[in-house]
């Protein structure tokens, strides 16, 4: 016997979701119903179901919204979408966010299987020939430290099907509002379509043993990563140094660790990995300007400054924006586009020699 399908069904009509769950139980699936949809990220990290039923239309969001949020979380999940009337505008607009089918109420139960199973098919098929989705832990001593030095790295995960978490050690409480700061972390985050592990540890004075270690210990045995990307050691903020340092003694078993640049890196930070983010600089630009209460008092959150950064870096790698990686240690392949500094280099010699007179 196969696994059993798991379906989630967000509707906020309760009569609905109550026959539609009959149904499908019967033939052995698993289902979980919300009538609330903003329940529904939550949801598709805790049940990670094969399919997703959905209502056209429910208070405060539209299952379009809805589709995006829910492919944010989990990619490529398969979304039917339910609707009472047989509107072209609506049929349209869901098309366009690419909903996998229609069901006109009232439903069918006999259309609803055919099709539930067979979207169900596709997906894990189509997931079991893919490679292994790479769990991603991305450290920060502060709100917005990861965003800035590898929020485009981050995105990119994401795309590629990923699960990708931030781990954030201090609440930022010496750059303004722990609360103001708490929040923008999370909306970030959710942006993101990231979890966020935040911790309390006194701003400007992390220490670089315990509890640090001790933290970051704990989230590396609760969630796993594969990747891990953390402040560099050549930075000016004794937090971000104190960080760098109690992060690789507690992933030292972790496949891949490399360091992102910070706003405070100094001229010591020494990339060897140069990650295209082309088509994503424009999102992690959104993602650093989440943290409102820093966009006023810092330049590193200056659309311009991120871009600027992205295109220097992008003279050592491909495309036009970069984010640069010290490398620590990879014992395996990292993103795609990453470039050794040494091949650029190798590379420009060449062509400068080319050019030599003979
Ligand atoms: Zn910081």
Same mark, same amino acid.
Request: charged fraction near 25%; include cysteine.
């Given at each position: 016997?196969?696994?059993?399908?798991?379906?989630?069904?967000?509707?906020?009509?309760?009569?609905?979701?109550?026959?539609?769950?009959?149904?499908?139980?019967?033939?052995?699936?698993?289902?979980?119903?919300?009538?609330?949809?903003?329940?529904?990220?939550?949801?598709?990290?805790?049940?990670?179901?094969?399919?997703?039923?959905?209502?056209?239309?429910?208070?405060?969001?539209?299952?379009?919204?809805?589709?995006?949020?829910?492919?944010?979380?989990?990619?490529? /999940?398969?979304?039917?979408?339910?609707?009472?009337?047989?509107?072209? @505008?609506?049929?349209?607009?869901?098309?366009?966010?690419?909903?996998?089918?229609?069901? /006109?109420?009232?439903?069918?139960?006999?259309?609803?299987?055919?099709?539930?199973?067979?979207?169900?098919?596709?997906?894990?098929?189509?997931?079991?020939?893919?490679?292994?989705?790479?769990?991603?832990?991305?450290?920060?001593?502060?709100?917005?430290?990861?965003?800035?030095?590898?929020?485009?790295?981050?995105?990119?995960?994401?795309?590629?099907?990923?699960?990708?978490?931030?781990?954030?050690?201090?609440?930022?409480?010496?750059?303004?509002?722990?609360?103001?700061?708490?929040?923008?972390?999370?909306?970030?985050?959710?942006?993101?379509?990231?979890?966020?592990?935040?911790?309390?540890?006194?701003?400007?004075?992390?220490?670089?043993?315990?509890?640090?270690?001790?933290?970051?210990?704990?989230?590396?045995?609760?969630?796993?990563?594969?990747?891990?990307?953390?402040?560099?050691?050549?930075?000016?903020?004794?937090?971000?140094?104190?960080?760098?340092?109690?992060?690789?003694?507690?992933?030292?078993?972790?496949?891949?660790?490399?360091?992102?640049?910070?706003?405070?890196?100094?001229? @010591?930070?020494?990339?060897?990995?140069?990650?295209?983010?082309?088509?994503?600089?424009?999102?992690?630009?959104?993602?650093?300007?989440?943290?409102?209460?820093?966009?006023?008092?810092?330049?590193?959150?200056?659309?311009?400054?991120?871009?600027?950064?992205?295109?220097?870096? *992008?003279?050592?790698?491909?495309? /036009?924006?970069?984010?640069?990686?010290?490398?620590?240690?990879?014992?395996?392949?990292?993103?795609?586009?990453?470039? @050794?500094?040494?091949?650029?280099?190798? *590379?420009?010699?060449?062509?400068?020699?080319?050019?030599?007179?003979?």
């Amino acid at each position: 016997m196969t696994d059993p399908y798991r379906v989630i069904v967000v509707e906020d009509d309760p009569d609905v979701a109550f026959y539609i769950k009959t149904i499908l139980t019967k033939q052995g699936c698993i289902v979980q119903t919300f009538t609330d949809p903003s329940f529904a990220q939550q949801a598709m990290r805790l049940y990670e179901p094969d399919v997703v039923i959905t209502d056209i239309e429910m208070p405060g969001i539209t299952g379009i919204e809805l589709i995006e949020k829910v492919r944010a979380v989990r990619p490529g /999940t398969p979304v039917i979408v339910m609707t009472a009337h047989v509107s072209v @505008d609506y049929a349209v607009d869901a098309l366009r966010a690419n909903a996998d089918e229609f069901l /006109t109420k009232p439903i069918s139960s006999s259309d609803l299987i055919a099709v539930v199973a067979r979207l169900a098919e596709e997906f894990r098929s189509a997931k079991s020939s893919m490679p292994d989705p790479e769990v991603v832990l991305a450290i920060g001593a502060h709100p917005d430290d990861v965003e800035i030095g590898a929020g485009g790295i981050l995105l990119t995960h994401r795309a590629a099907g990923d699960s990708v978490h931030i781990l954030t050690l201090s609440r930022g409480g010496r750059g303004g509002h722990v609360s103001d700061r708490q929040s923008e972390a999370f909306v970030a985050a959710e942006m993101l379509g990231a979890r966020l592990h935040l911790e309390d540890l006194p701003d400007t004075e992390i220490s670089e043993n315990e509890p640090t270690v001790g933290i970051i210990e704990k989230v590396v045995a609760d969630i796993r990563p594969t990747v891990v990307y953390v402040h560099s050691d050549h930075d000016m903020h004794q937090d971000h140094r104190a960080v760098h340092k109690a992060a690789l003694l507690a992933t030292r078993n972790v496949r891949s660790v490399s360091c992102y640049q910070s706003a405070s890196a100094t001229v @010591d930070f020494r990339p060897n990995r140069f990650v295209n983010i082309d088509g994503w600089l424009e999102q992690k630009i959104e993602l650093v300007q989440a943290h409102r209460s820093q966009v006023q008092v810092s330049r590193y959150h200056a659309p311009e400054f991120l871009a600027a950064t992205a295109r220097y870096w *992008a003279r050592f790698g491909e495309g /036009t924006a970069c984010e640069p990686l010290e490398i620590v240690r990879d014992s395996g392949d990292l993103s795609s586009g990453a470039t @050794d500094v040494s091949q650029a280099l190798r *590379a420009q010699r060449n062509a400068r020699a080319r050019q030599l007179p003979q």
